[in-house]
């Protein structure tokens, strides 16, 4: 089975920045799509970012975060510049088996693995 552990959210200003981190357990992190979703107060759980195939946003987010990975660590990360209030929600890492595209890795159901989740408050 895979775990996942995240790390690195906190209390930010508007226009400051955060780097998230996911570590994975498990010999087949390089055989998995990593995803970030988040889910703030009052509203469902929302696509952040997905890194299969390729590397996906949502539009929302797009040329704000980078997503990336390091297989040798078993990691990945979410860099994420120019945060608004907007942002500010709990982050979940994700891993869904096998390489999603853009359109798979949008849906939370295609994931079987999920993290506790780390928060991400953005002060305006």
């Known amino acids: 089975q895979v775990q996942l552990v995240e790390s690195g959210g906190g209390l930010v200003q508007t226009g400051d920045s955060l780097r998230l981190s996911c570590a994975a357990s498990g010999r087949t992190f390089s055989r998995y799509t990593m995803g970030w979703f988040r889910q703030a107060p009052g509203k469902d759980r929302e696509f952040v970012a997905a890194i299969g195939w390729g590397t996906y946003y949502a539009d929302s987010v797009k040329g704000r975060f980078t997503i990336s990975r390091d297989n040798i660590t078993n990691s990945v990360y979410l860099q994420m510049n120019s945060l608004k209030p907007e942002d500010t929600a709990v982050y979940y890492c994700?891993?869904?088996?096998?390489?999603?595209?853009?359109?798979?890795?949008?849906?939370?159901?295609?994931?079987?693995?999920w993290g506790q989740g780390t928060q991400v408050t953005v002060s305006s």
């Open positions: 994700a891993a869904a088996p096998g390489f999603l595209n853009s359109g798979s890795s949008y849906y939370a159901s295609r994931y079987d693995y």
